[in-house]
């Protein structure tokens, strides 16, 4: 290919992750969404990462009264304020910009004084980087377990929070964090039963805002040198599929649901070594392995591999517990469900935590109480890697 420096990620998805959307939206769901959203008074939050931009950018093509749309980071705000003038100038008069972060933010305050009538929740903290200090880690829960759930009703009508599939049986604290949160959102539910709510959980959004096939894109067309986890399995769905997948978890059908993408169409986790290899092909380059950086040659990429276990890292992904849940499968349709369950005190549990002044005394409060979890003794922490 003449021009390497320009592959688009879309070009890449198509020819390695998915042809089209597996999890597209029907006319007769996109009807129902339409009479969800009409004139109401919707809160986005985490509206400008990759799954909640792209979510607020559709959004734009419902009627509503008042769209609200909170992230803590003022350029991407400005970003997104740009986007949507030219894009739809005429609905800009409807939006809100608010700079907060949303463990900073009183939710409970902000959706009585706003009316919010439709929550729909993105914020999160989704890297086990964040596992590597006590400060981060305490972060995490409270963005990911704590401080998104309101506490009353309020005038909700619909309450939907994104988790993901490091929720299930999970070795990090990331992933606890988020099955904290879905119990937290279970917890809601049965208090306030007149509200909708519902929550979906993801396989690896291929190129979003950090991931690691983002950082291997710009490290190829940067010719720099990266590094390579050996051992990793991953699912992968496209920015569109996920945004298709929230849409779905709103149906009235799915009301205190999980959603999960249909087994039916992710078939298969793909090794990461495989997909670099591939994503590289499409470059024109064949990968090289070697122990230290190296300046990229015109037909071999330097690529360091790593065989060791890293801290937080599943080697593979699901999407379900087998011993503790039943995904219903839907005929003719691109998602199963779960039911969301409570099984604890989320609340009770992430306080306690934070009151905690280590990570070792962290790791042995979550080892004690969350049966799944247990932390592995040989590890590289994630940072070690390039």
Do not use: W
């Not at 309020?154 to 490091?166: A, E, M, N, P, Q």
């Not at 904290?180 to 959004?205: C, G, H, I, T, W």
């Amino acid at each position: 290919m003449k021009n390497k420096k320009f592959i688009t990620t879309d070009f890449i998805e198509k020819k390695l992750i998915s042809k089209k959307n597996r999890f597209k939206v029907t006319k007769k769901e996109i009807n129902e969404i339409k009479k969800l959203f009409l004139r109401g008074n919707i809160l986005i939050s985490g509206a400008c990462g990759s799954i909640g931009k792209a979510f607020t950018i559709r959004m734009l093509n419902l009627n509503y009264k008042k769209l609200y749309l909170l992230d803590k980071n003022e350029n991407s705000l400005t970003e997104l304020n740009r986007e949507i003038l030219i894009k739809s100038k005429s609905k800009i008069k409807k939006i809100k910009f608010i700079c907060s972060d949303i463990t900073s933010l009183d939710i409970d305050e902000f959706l009585l004084k706003n009316k919010i009538s439709i929550y729909l929740n993105f914020a999160a903290i989704k890297h086990v980087r964040s596992e590597e200090s006590l400060e981060s880690i305490k972060y995490m829960f409270r963005t990911n377990g704590l401080s998104f759930c309101p506490s009353k009703k309020h005038r909700l009508k619909i309450f939907f929070s994104v988790s993901s599939d490091k929720a299930v049986n999970s070795t990090s604290m990331l992933g606890v964090s988020k099955y904290l949160m879905e119990q937290n959102l279970a917890d809601y539910s049965k208090k306030f039963p007149s509200v909708f709510v519902s929550s979906a959980r993801f396989a690896n959004v291929a190129f979003s805002n950090g991931s690691y096939l983002e950082y291997i894109k710009k490290r190829i067309e940067n010719k720099i040198t990266f590094g390579l986890p050996m051992r990793i399995s991953r699912y992968f769905i496209t920015i569109e599929e996920a945004i298709s997948i929230c849409f779905k978890s709103i149906l009235k059908k799915n009301k205190n649901k999980i959603i999960i993408p249909s087994s039916k169409l992710i078939k298969k986790d793909i090794k990461l070594e495989r997909l670099v290899k591939a994503i590289l092909n499409i470059y024109g380059y064949n990968i090289y392995f070697t122990n230290k950086i190296l300046k990229v040659k015109p037909k071999y990429f330097p690529v360091i591999p790593n065989n060791t276990e890293l801290e937080g890292q599943k080697n593979f992904e699901e999407f379900f517990d087998l011993k503790k849940e039943k995904p219903i499968k839907l005929i003719k349709d691109s998602v199963e469900v779960i039911a969301l369950k409570k099984e604890l005190n989320s609340n009770i549990k992430i306080k306690k935590l934070l009151n905690l002044n280590s990570k070792e005394k962290i790791t042995k409060y979550l080892e004690k109480e969350i049966s799944f979890f247990s932390t592995k003794k040989k590890f590289k922490i994630v940072s070690q890697i390039i």
